[in-house]
C-alpha cells in the first residue's frame, strides 16, 4: 500500500526530531524465525557489518528509527543484523553490500530493499 511504502520516510523523519533510546531488536539465527518469521508485522532490518564505516555512521540513526517506532506505536518491527556472525541470514535475503536495509513482510517470505 502507498501507506507501507512511505513508512520508512516517516521513521527516518521521526529519528532525525531526536528520539534517542534504541529499540532495534539484534536478529540472529536463534532467534531471527521466532520473532520475524511468526510477525504479522512487516519488519525494516539493517544488515550491516561491524567493520563498515558506513554501516558506523547509519547505527545510531537506526536505532533512532527503532526508539520512534516504539515511541510512535506504529505497526512495523526494526532490527539488525550483523552479518559476520550471521552470515546465512544475509546470504537468505542476497545481501551483498553494507549497510542493506530491507523491509521483510510475511515472515520474511517478502523483501524489499530501502533505498
Not at 27 to 54: Q, Y
Not at 82 to 105: H, M, W, Y
Amino acid at each position: 500500500t502507498a501507506r507501507a511504502r512511505g513508512l520508512p520516510l516517516v521513521l527516518i523523519c521521526i529519528a532525525l526530531l531526536g528520539v534517542a533510546r534504541s529499540d532495534s531488536v539484534a536478529l540472529e539465527e536463534e532467534n531471527f524465525d521466532s520473532i520475524v518469521g511468526k510477525s504479522e508485522l512487516p519488519w525494516m532490518v539493517m544488515f550491516h557489518l561491524p567493520r563498515c564505516g558506513h554501516c558506523k555512521r547509519l547505527a545510531p540513526v537506526w536505532d533512532q528509527v527503532a526508539a520512534a517506532a516504539k515511541q510512535e506505536e506504529l505497526q512495523v518491527g526494526v532490527g539488525r543484523v550483523d552479518c559476520s556472525s550471521q552470515p546465512n541470514i544475509c546470504e537468505r535475503f542476497g545481501v551483498t553490500s553494507f549497510p542493506a536495509l530491507k523491509v521483510l513482510r510475511e515472515g520474511g517470505a517478502k523483501a524489499t530493499d530501502l533505498r
